[in-house]
């Protein structure tokens, strides 16, 4: 797939945002939060990505290692997306698909990354 610029937001729409990228690299993972969540993740660097709305209605939650900032929003506490570092220290963002508008999961074949073992 080429790069493509998507629109997600969470289940309410307070936070919304636009996103460039492509979605040959999904992945899903079996981690305590992943795999309680059922996300399925794309990662892209920050410039890439656009908050539109809603800053202020993402609460922050970090565990384990403390890689990503993983964000709900405040209001329906779905997790659109979430931040970090790349292995680089470039400023990166964790998109979950699921909440992109105009994306068939059904197309995907997702990376599945052993993040309990990891």
Do not use: W
Request: with cysteine; glycine share 8%; net charge negative.
């Amino acid at each position: 797939m080429n790069e493509q610029r998507h629109h997600g937001s969470c289940h309410c729409g307070a936070v919304a945002y636009d996103v460039t990228m492509s979605l040959d690299n999904t992945i899903t993972c079996n981690c305590s939060m992943c795999g309680r969540a059922g996300t399925i993740l794309a990662f892209v660097p920050a410039e890439k990505f656009t908050l539109l709305s809603g800053e202020d209605n993402l609460t922050s939650y970090t565990f384990n290692k403390k890689i990503i900032d993983h964000l709900f929003c405040n209001v329906c506490g779905i997790k659109p997306f979430g931040r970090g570092k790349d292995q680089d220290g470039n400023d990166t963002v964790a998109v979950n698909v699921r909440c992109l508008e105009d994306v068939d999961l059904t197309k995907l074949e997702p990376y599945h990354y052993d993040g309990k073992n990891a």
